[in-house]
């Protein structure tokens, strides 16, 4: 089943700091599309190419020596790829693209997290993806040092961004919960729409506010209410 009437499938992007539980639900939004019949194809940033997966390893490796700019271009190239190779063949075809990651934790983790320049990030993320713009970022708000608890227990130890440490993680979160805000959103038109939906609760819980966001922007796609 095709879902775009207007000839370019959708992207439907979750975000939020660590172990707010995007990957989660976006495996349970894509398990919804699937009993629908609705064509999609789940992707992470970085990753989702051969290349993007390399850079993913060295990215997450807690022995990689990368300095923060190298680890913005890292980051872009992977996505530079993922755009020419996975997203763009998708909306052709008309497919829901569900992202796990995409231009919110750019801004989060290298602007906000680095204290990188916002204007060189901006253009450079304009670069890598040719000014694409998701129709929907789904922002899962949770308390940061509960994500971070959350995310230690997914594996014995904490991967390179993770280990980052308290105060890196405080201004990530911070700069999440900026993202929801009208005055920034008008500010970044790149970034598309951002609904914040809370993460806190039973996974459950955000599944059903996650489908309720989804539902509400396009009947035409979802015309049951989603379970």
Known sequence: ???DSAGRGRIIVFEGGEGSGKT??????????????VRHVTLQE??????????????????????PHAEALL????????MDREIRPALVRGDVVLLDRFFLSTYAYQIAGHGLRETEVRSANAFATGGLVPDLTILLTFPAREGLARA?????????????????HARVAAAFTTFAE????????????IVAVSGEGTAQDVSERVHAVVAERWPEFFEVALA
């Open 75 to 82: 980051f872009m190239a992977s996505r530079a790829q993922l």
């Open 152 to 168: 230690a227990t997914r594996t014995s130890s904490h991967d390179r961004i993770e280990a980052f440490g308290e105060d890196f």
């Open 24 to 37: 989660t639900q976006l495996a349970r939004l894509a398990a919804s599309l699937d009993a629908r019949g």
């Open 182 to 193: 009208v005055a920034w959103q008008t500010a970044h038109p790149e970034c598309g729409p």
């Open 46 to 67: 970085p990753g989702g190419t051969p290349l993007g997966r390399e850079v993913r390893r060295v990215l997450l490796d807690p022995g990689s020596d990368v300095t």
């Open 1 to 3: 089943m095709t879902h």
